[in-house]
């Protein structure tokens, strides 16, 4: 069974850095396109960022583009997301998620395991 465990997060001043990582077990990582999504308050889950199977491809929201950046470690199993100038509506509980074989959607329902979530809180 797969399991994605999420790391980082917490509380920053706006334009300040974040990471946020995921490690994934339990099927071989390579099978998986990788994304991550966010939730805020009241709000639908929305995309974020997605990476391919082999790294070579990523995918971002108009919103993010330029700030965050999506990184993918084979040899550790592991995606991050580097979040720079945060803003305050960047406040969301953030998401990583898994799909098998599949690339670059931006669609939750394509992912079929998820983080266990982990809340960002940018302050002014």
């Known amino acids: 069974q797969v399991m994605l465990v999420q790391s980082g997060g917490g509380l920053v001043q706006a334009g300040e850095s974040l990471r946020l990582s995921c490690t994934f077990s339990?099927?071989?990582?390579?099978?998986?396109?990788m994304g991550w999504f966010r939730q805020s308050l009241g709000k639908e889950r929305e995309f974020v960022a997605a990476i391919s199977r082999n790294a070579r491809e990523t995918f971002y929201a108009d919103f993010v583009k330029g700030r965050f950046t999506i990184i993918r470690d084979n040899a550790k199993n592991t995606v991050d997301l580097e979040m720079n100038s945060l803003k305050i509506e960047d406040t969301a509980v953030y998401y990583c998620?898994?799909?098998?074989?599949?690339?670059?959607?931006?669609?939750?329902?394509?992912?079929?395991?998820w983080g266990q979530g982990t809340q960002v809180t940018v302050s002014s």
């Open positions: 339990g099927r071989p990582f390579t099978n998986y396109g």
């Open positions: 998620a898994a799909a098998t074989y599949y690339t670059g959607s931006r669609t939750p329902n394509t992912y079929e395991f």
